[in-house]
Each structure stands twice: as structure tokens, then as C-alpha cells.
């Protein structure tokens, strides 16, 4: 959570996550980061953060690799 914690988000969409477990849209804006050639949503964060559902590989891989120092 120290990664997604510390990201500026860059890019945001017109529209609003919706979760998909719920069946729900929620009121969080959509948005999208990227940084150092790796991009992903804060999508990512909801549904770790809200589900504890794991991360793909590829960001669990970035985010050993990038997280802030405790």
C-alpha cells in the first residue's frame, strides 16, 4: 500500500471505478499512472486494498522494485 500511497496520478478518466465484485459503481474517479515505462489504474489499489485480490505479476514484480522505503 506504500506504492499506491505515494503515486501522483497523471492521467484521469471521464468516468468512475465500478466495481465489479459489487456490481456497484463507486464514487472514486478513475485514474492512471505512469512512471518509470510501467502504467496501471488505481483500480490496482481498490481492489487490493477493498477485496485483498492479488496483483498481476508484472506490478507485484514493479512494486518490490519501486516501493517507498519504510
Known amino acids: ?3 499506491f500511497n505515494a503515486s501522483d496520478y497523471d492521467i484521469f478518466a471521464a ?4 466495481d465489479v465484485v459489487s ?3 463507486t464514487d ?6 505512469g512512471r ?3 502504467s496501471r489504474s488505481n ?4 481492489y487490493f ?9 508484472e506490478l507485484r514484480e ?3 522494485a519501486h516501493a517507498p522505503k519504510a
Open 1 to 3: 500500500m506504500r506504492l
Open 15 to 18: 468516468g468512475f471505478i465500478f
Open 23 to 25: 456490481g456497484e459503481e
Open 28 to 33: 472514486m474517479p478513475l485514474a492512471a499512472i
Open 36 to 38: 518509470d515505462g510501467f
Open 43 to 46: 483500480e490496482d489499489a481498490y
Open 49 to 57: 486494498e477493498r477485496y485483498d485480490m492479488e496483483l498481476t505479476p
Open 62 to 64: 514493479y512494486a518490490l
